[in-house]
């Protein structure tokens, strides 16, 4: 069981603003949080995505399709496509699920 709350607050200060909480032999998950303002710099992943939105609001720019990212927003993002969170108003927080887990940089 995880503390919500517990992991946006450690992704709130953690490089990235990401906080990993967890990972199996075929998914991984955590907390995904952009201060209202922030620039999203992350790249297309070589793994599926799935983004619920906590709280917050901006947009999600993803493949062609440019969407509203507000609570209770799920976006499902297949591996390697390109997408970003771009014009933040609110604190976005989101839950983001990868499957198969997340590569980690060496």
Do not use: C
Not at 24 to 48: C, F, I, K, N, W
Not at 65 to 78: C, I, M, Q, R
């Amino acid at each position: 069981m995880t503390d919500l709350e517990a992991e946006v607050a450690r992704a709130r200060v953690a490089p990235g603003g990401w906080a990993e909480f967890l990972r199996s032999m075929t998914m991984s998950a955590g907390v995904y949080v952009l201060p209202a303002g922030a620039v999203d710099r992350q790249r297309p992943h070589s793994e599926d995505e799935v983004y619920y939105v906590v709280r917050g609001r901006g947009r999600i720019q993803h493949g062609s399709v440019d969407s509203e990212a507000t609570p209770g927003t799920v976006l499902f993002v297949p591996a390697h496509v390109p997408h970003r969170f771009h014009a933040i108003e609110e604190e976005l927080v989101l839950l983001v699920v990868f499957a198969p887990p997340e590569r980690i940089a060496p």
